[in-house]
């Protein structure tokens, strides 16, 4: 095998992709540029999912305040504290807080309700007790 070196390939090319490989490594303008855009991208992208998990959370913690303010104000009318209907007070209570209440079942000084708050699309459901204890 004349003109080839011991791996069997042509003479000469091993040196010859060196030195373009040594030139392309050299070469690396821009890539400075490029890298800071991918962090740049990956820092909108974690920014965009902790506020997004954020709303959803606050949602959440609003809506079960407003669950626990409203049953609050039931058994308040259940007791004879306030005035009207428990599931009357509770519902008021529970808009004046954002939310909206499906359900509430009096027993006694015991007031249960379920009240939903609007978050992202979707309504975040949370529920409530209040009365003496049981």
């Known amino acids: 095998m004349a003109g ?9 090319t091993g040196v010859r992709s060196a030195v373009v490989a040594r030139r392309l490594l050299r070469c690396d303008r821009g890539a400075g540029s490029v890298l800071l855009i991918g962090l740049a ?6 920014s965009s999912v902790v506020v997004v998990g954020g709303t959803g959370w606050a949602a959440a913690q609003r809506a079960a305040a407003a669950a626990e303010q ?7 009318a259940a007791s ?55």
Not at 4 to 12: E, F, N, Y
Not at 70 to 76: E, I, P, S, Y
Not at 113 to 118: F, G, L, N
């Open 4 to 12: 080839a070196d011991v791996r069997g390939t042509p003479a000469g």
């Open 41 to 46: 991208g990956a820092l909108v992208a974690l």
């Open 70 to 76: 409203g049953a609050l104000a039931g058994a308040d």
């Open 80 to 134: 004879g504290r306030v005035s009207g209907s428990p599931c009357d007070v509770a519902r008021r209570t529970a808009e004046r807080n954002g939310a909206s209440m499906r359900d509430c079942r009096v027993s006694g000084l015991i007031v249960r309700i379920e009240v939903a708050s609007p978050a992202l699309g979707i309504e975040i459901m949370r529920a409530a007790r209040a009365g003496p204890p049981e």
